[in-house]
């Protein structure tokens, strides 16, 4: 931990090991904010903070450790969130801590009291067990974490000084790494998202059948609550969405209609069918759909390269529009104005839409988005209308910047590498050539991901959420039965969820908690939460 990266164990036994590891929690050096100093703001009693390390003593005034909080201490000393994060890695029995030396310690290094407690800052959901972290959490004018939520949360009143991105920074470090199995099918998992409230989680399943579960509670347990035949399925219902209100969700499969059902009624047969394809095409396929933010419009993408747009207030389809050569697998609006939107398929190019100028029939994109060298799965957008990241049958991971348009030379090399394929993802392994491939010409892609693999289906990838994470992570499933976890910045790989026996088809991590769900082919659906002790067992 710190700048020597040394790893602290609090179930170590020795009186030695012990004081060493307090002092180095309460000593360690950090490159931003220092904890002693957060520690200090947070003490209502005392103006000063006296460090005791290396036989020496400190002594902080009130405003040295305030101007602390925003630049490096000179000494060198203290520890930033990040390194707190990292003691919730590192926890120690209730019960130990109680009666062994080293709370002691702690707390005549920090000059702060040690409280152990249930619903501190906490990382385990495991019951009897507490994290060193309540130094930060003990005041009522500290920041409040709870317990089983895992959801840390500025103070709204008092003399908080841990700002949003701090939370943040904590919370990002609390990467998911514990499964358990919420629900067992006898048919492959295709679809499963939370609600943009994380009370709702809907999975789709080759059954033919949309389930609802209640996650609103915080014991872990998905309950539940509807189950929905859907209609006219064919192979599978192969995407879904939820309304932003998170009132109705809608579903595709190959048919003619997309389906829309409300979440709340109590009805689990009324659906209402909502026609796309006008007898354009006689085998009609909707790969893709999703709600605009203000819930008038639906967007979906189709197998034959066409975009829709259903209007909901006229009950009818409104407009088509001719977008890619190719299978179209995924439309996603870029922002919550609703104006801008992308669309992404097989002919490996990703377009950006401008709603405001769209008129049926063969309408122009304002860009387009070129570097894949095969088909694109998948695609989502960071919310902030100019990021997105898209996922290929070429086995990455791109990160676009739509203020970077790709120009001829980049469409042109992609579309000449997506017609030399001549695998088929589907079934067959992937050749070895693709891992050698090297960047194509006019890539205008800012950062590419590679360490998961893509076939047998449309495998989606995500960013993290922004509560919790800053969307730091970009995440993504895997044929091989994991799930993997890159840093956004960097494109290292961070994590490999394990526990799947099939392809993972679906990832969703939820919006307020470290919390990941996995859809599986192997008829499972996992939920992920941080677990302390158990990081070494799931991750490689």
């Known amino acids: 931990m710190g700048n020597n990266n040394d790893h602290v164990r609090a179930d170590e036994s020795s009186e030695d090991d012990e004081d060493d590891l307090a002092r180095r929690i309460i000593l360690s050096s ?41 630049q490096r201490s000179s000494s060198g000393r203290g520890m930033n969130v990040k390194a707190a994060a990292l003691l919730a890695k590192y926890q120690a029995n209730d019960s130990q801590l109680k009666h062994s030396s080293f709370a002691s310690r702690l707390y005549k290094l920090s000059g702060y009291p040690l409280q152990i407690t249930g619903i501190g800052m906490c990382a385990s959901m495991t019951k009897g067990r507490s994290s060193l972290l309540p130094l930060l959490s003990s005041r009522a004018t500290g920041p409040y974490l709870n317990y089983r939520k895992l959801r840390l949360i500025p103070r709204k009143s008092g003399n908080s000084n841990l700002s949003i991105q701090d939370c943040r920074s904590i919370q990002s470090d609390l990467l998911p790494n514990n499964r358990s199995i919420v629900a067992r099918y006898n048919h492959k998992a295709f679809c499963g998202t939370f609600s943009s409230s994380g009370d709702v989680f809907m999975s789709a399943c080759q059954d033919q059948f949309v389930r609802l579960y209640n996650t609103r509670y915080d014991d872990g347990v998905f309950r539940e609550f509807k189950s929905i035949r859907a209609h006219d399925v064919g192979w599978s219902i192969l995407d879904t969405a939820f309304s932003p209100d998170g009132n109705f969700l809608i579903y595709s499969s190959w048919s003619d209609y997309i389906h829309m059902c409300g979440v709340w009624d109590e009805s689990h047969h009324s659906q209402t069918p909502l026609l796309l394809n006008g007898g354009e095409s006689h085998h009609f396929c909707v790969f893709t759909v999703a709600f605009s933010n203000d819930n008038s419009e639906i967007l ?6 066409s975009i829709y747009i259903y209007d909901r207030s006229r009950d009818e389809r409104t407009l088509r529009i001719e977008g890619h050569e190719d299978d179209l697998g995924c439309v996603r609006f870029a922002d919550s104005s609703g104006q801008l939107f992308y669309s992404a398929g097989d002919d490996g190019l990703c377009k950006v839409w401008d709603r405001r100028i769209l008129s049926d029939g063969r309408a122009q994109p304002v860009g387009i988005l070129a570097g ?14 100019r990021h997105l990241i898209t996922n290929s049958k070429d086995q990455s991971i791109k990160l676009w910047d739509i203020r970077c348009f790709s120009g001829r030379e980049g469409v042109d090399a992609t579309r000449k590498m997506v017609a030399r394929q001549r695998w088929d993802y589907r079934w067959q392994e992937v050749p070895g050539y693709v891992w050698k491939r090297g960047k194509l010409k006019g890539d205008s892609s800012i950062m590419t991901y590679r360490g998961h693999c893509v076939l047998h289906t449309l495998i989606r990838c995500r960013f993290s959420p922004i509560e919790t994470t800053g969307q730091r992570y970009i995440y ?65």
Request: contains cysteine.
């Open 30 to 70: 950090a490159n931003s904010h220092s904890l002693i100093a957060a520690i200090a703001r947070y003490q209502s009693a005392s103006n000063t903070l006296v460090v005791d390390g290396d036989g020496d003593q400190e002594e902080l005034s009130s405003d040295e450790v305030n101007s602390s909080m925003h």
């Open 300 to 305: 979906a993408g189709a197998n034959d390269g």
């Open 372 to 385: 894949h060298a095969d088909g694109i799965t998948f695609l989502d957008s960071m919310g902030d209308g």
């Open 476 to 540: 993504t499933g895997c044929s091989s039965g994991k799930m993997i976890v890159y840093d956004a910045l960097t494109g290292e790989v961070v994590s490999k969820l394990k526990g799947h026996s099939a392809c993972v088809r679906d990832v969703s991590w939820h919006p307020h908690r470290p919390q990941l769900v996995s859809s599986s082919w192997d008829g499972t659906i996992a939920n992920w939460n941080y677990k302390s002790d158990h990081s070494d067992q799931i991750r490689e």
